[in-house]
T-cell receptor, first 111, second 114 residues
Framework: DAKTTQPTSMDCAEGRAANLPCNHSTISGNEYVYWYRQIHSQGPQYIIHGLKNNETNEMASLIITEDRKSSTLILPHATLRDTAVYYCIVRGNFGNEKLTFGTGTRLTIIP | DAGVIQSPRHEVTEMGQEVTLRCKPISGHDYLFWYRQTMMRGLELLIYFNNNVPIDDSGMPEDRFSAKMPNASFSTLKIQPSEPRDSAVYFC????????????FGDGTRLSIL
């Protein structure tokens, strides 16, 4: 699976949009971009995933660049409960089930 | 719907004792994964099953670790004998097997070996 690079930490004001970047310059054509987050003392929580089109669900939006070498997770209206470590993971297609977690971005929402 | 259920949530035991961690996957999921999280190594995959069959156990640290899945709704991770360096949070996750389905995690078992 391709390696990802994320900032170590970020702050965001409560109520503002949180934009979390991820670089995955070695991503291959059949690899998806997944985002998980881990709130203290809980298991990782699935947020969203995509291949090449932008995706949106009730939690977040995922913007993938046209060359697929980077992506941005957007939390549109951050709340204090969004404080967590966010992991960007590149994962192969069916038959390659592993999720390889890096160190992620520690997002702190500031009141 | 119930998520992945792990038990116990916390376990404290003395080194040399046998430890058994338990996991109930989400009903209908046919993949089950065991992960371990430590400060030093982060989250790492230990083993995963498909339809109750172990597929990849290359992440299992050594022979003291074993995992079983006797049926579709239950899995165990056993450590015998336990050592202080096994102290970690152990997570179980499950997913459907068709293409690119997300894994859903339990809240983990925090294991402390004294």
């Amino acid at each position: 699976d391709a390696k990802t690079t994320q900032p170590t930490s970020m702050d965001c004001a409560e109520g503002r949009a949180a934009n979390l970047p991820c670089n995955h310059s070695t991503i291959s054509g059949n690899e998806y971009v997944y985002w998980y987050r881990q709130i203290h003392s809980q298991g990782p929580q699935y947020i969203i995933h995509g291949l090449k089109n932008n995706e949106t669900n009730e939690m977040a939006s995922l913007i993938i660049t046209e060359d697929r070498k980077s992506s941005t997770l957007i939390l549109p209206h951050a709340t204090l409960r969004d404080t967590a470590v966010y992991y960007c993971i590149v994962r192969g297609n069916f038959g390659n089930e592993k999720l390889t977690f890096g160190t992620g971005t520690r997002l702190t929402i500031i009141p | 719907d119930a998520g992945v259920i792990q038990s116990p949530r916390h376990e404290v035991t003395e080194m040399g004792q046998e430890v058994t961690l338990r996991c109930k996957p989400i009903s209908g999921h046919d993949y089950l994964f065991w992960y371990r999280q430590t400060m030093m190594r982060g989250l790492e995959l230990l083993i995963y099953f498909n339809n109750n069959v172990p597929i990849d156990d290359s992440g299992m640290p050594e022979d003291r670790f074993s995992a079983k899945m006797p049926n579709a709704s239950f899995s165990t991770l056993k450590i015998q004998p336990s050592e202080p360096r096994d102290s970690a949070v152990y997570f179980c996750a499950s997913s459907f097997s068709w293409s690119n389905q997300p894994q859903h995690f339990g809240d983990g078992t925090r294991l402390s070996i004294l």
